[in-house]
């Protein structure tokens, strides 16, 4: 077998795993009512139970980069993704609340797994490549949020319980996803081995940065999941039924950016994306900190959509890129940020809120996905080029911002 012919099949091994990855989470996180109906957990309870599966899963990605220093992420990969599908199937099959609690704990730690190793190893096949594609991956995920809750959304307008409405999705993918495991491209032994001596002196000092930038983009992807219903509802005035739109918006234009993001990280660089999508991202939480109506609002989340989608995956690119031998390490540590985002993100956005105003409180993390303006010259600074021989001609080195050759 050919390297292009081994690196198509990665890569679209990979696509397909991070498009499973958005299907499991999205038929969780939209089902949360009937989950708290079927086991009877109190509104007071549920804070814990959903702060449980990040908090889990940033223990599990801690424990990923030590992981990886001795097996390949494809390995944990391949594993962590039926442990995620096969938790799903628990949280919907069980019928007492330790047994959900047992579900969810297990959900966690195997989605920090799979979390971690999945943009490892798309760090380690944009690489291989030369050019951008991480974008490409994370709109599969996207891709597969929309399904997901698609899907979930036809479970409960049909009436099924969990366990039936979770079972199909897990029969059709479980299987798919582990065939497809046998294509994934693990980075070369020589950056493994170097992953094991860690970041290097002041390595998470220069890693800082990018963790700041993607807790930040995490607590605004948050504050659209969990306040856009209720700020369409309680403060413009819209009805019940156009209340669940613009998280619906907020997601297509999340696919449309990230099918389309590579294209402009290869003409324009990573930087010059990241910059645009951050001032997309806070213009829009401005439009709907400001918005007179329903309809002005959904163009703030619109906004919103189409300028967040590019942060996260080209955050994880540009910490492979500032270390090229210890990507993995880099990555896992990361990820761990991903889920302080989404921890501090709700919240945060509730308590101003409650104690100022549901318009003020958009401003926040207006003002915090401002920061990555700051740290813009982390995702292309000069010399952080992939330096590798088998970057291709004709492909934009997407740490140079460089122009084709």
Known sequence: MTDDVRLRRGRGALGFSFFVQGVAFALLVTRIPAIQDRYGISDGLLPAFLAAVPILAGASSVATEHLVKRVAPSVVLRWAQPLV?????????GGRMWHVAVALGAFGLSVGALDASMNMLGVSLQRAYGRSIMLGFHAAYSLGGILG?????????W??????GYLPAVVVLLPAAFLGSRHYVDGPAGQDEAAGKGLGAGGFKLLLPLCLVMACAYIGDSTVANWSAKYLQDVLGSSEQMATVPYNVYMVTTLVGRAVGDLGVR??????VVRAGTLVAAGGFAVVASASGAWVGMVGFTMLGIGLCVIVPQTFAAAGRLFPGASDTAVARLNIFNYVGFLIGSPLVGAVG??????????VPMALVLVTLLHARSFGSEGAGYGVRHERARVVDVGRGGHEV
Request: glycine share 12%.
């Open 85 to 93: 599908l096969l938790s799903l199937l628990g949280v919907g099959a």
């Open 267 to 272: 003409r324009f660089g990573a930087a010059a």
């Open 354 to 363: 409650d104690a100022w105003s549901y318009r003020g409180a958009m401003l």
């Open 149 to 157: 809750a698609s899907a979930a959304w036809a479970g409960a307008h």
């Open 159 to 164: 009436e099924l319980n969990l366990f039936a």
